[in-house]
């Protein structure tokens, strides 16, 4: 994805961003798509069975599967935790970032994750399921976590011994920029 001006100063502050801890009380993670079958989002909404109280969820995005993740989330008795903001404009995009602790990428079918790499340049830490594509393009320790299967387990498991550590917003944008470069052309 073709970054914008705007995007490039954002990942060249980054640079000198110091890194926030991953250890509030209150652990909000959050995603965002086009609510659809591939997508995968029941995983993100699952995979809080398997973390503590204090973790919640927020979902971006409209789409024709929303009133059936809406349905899961009542099924699983997890209305408390979890929270829809419908679609996720320019306007609060920056709001919801800076909202959120982490953000879980669930689809092992996309390609080019505009999202994903908006999560980068916002400095959230992402967490994925594993995508051949996403591990090619945003590779593992450097751009994001990947969770070892494609499940809502092991997402959770990933979250849980997730450490500010694992990654850093300086490789991370210092990676993006440079990969950018090597996509220009004359």
Request: proline share 4%; with cysteine.
């Amino acid at each position: 994805n073709p970054l914008t001006d705007y995007q490039r100063l954002f990942l060249k502050k980054n640079l000198k961003k110091e890194i926030k801890e991953f250890n509030s009380e209150n652990k909000l993670i959050g995603t965002y798509s086009l609510m659809r079958k591939g997508k995968r989002l029941d995983r993100a909404i699952k995979m809080l069975i398997n973390l503590p109280i204090n973790y919640s969820l927020v979902i971006g995005g409209k789409g024709p599967e929303e009133n059936r993740l809406k349905k899961l989330v009542e099924n699983l008795n997890l209305g408390s935790r979890v929270k829809f903001i419908g679609w996720i404009n320019e306007e609060i995009k920056a709001h919801f970032f800076d909202s959120i602790s982490l953000f879980v990428m669930t689809s092992e079918a996309d390609t080019q994750s505009l999202v994903f790499l908006e999560s980068l340049i916002y400095c959230k830490p992402v967490i994925s399921v594993p995508n051949p594509v996403f591990k090619e393009i945003y590779p593992e320790g450097i751009c994001a976590i990947y969770a070892k299967e494609a499940n809502s387990l092991s997402l959770a498991n990933e979250i849980i011994s997730f450490k500010k550590n694992k990654l850093s917003y300086n490789k991370s944008s210092q990676y993006i920029l440079e990969k950018e470069k090597s996509y220009s052309y004359a």
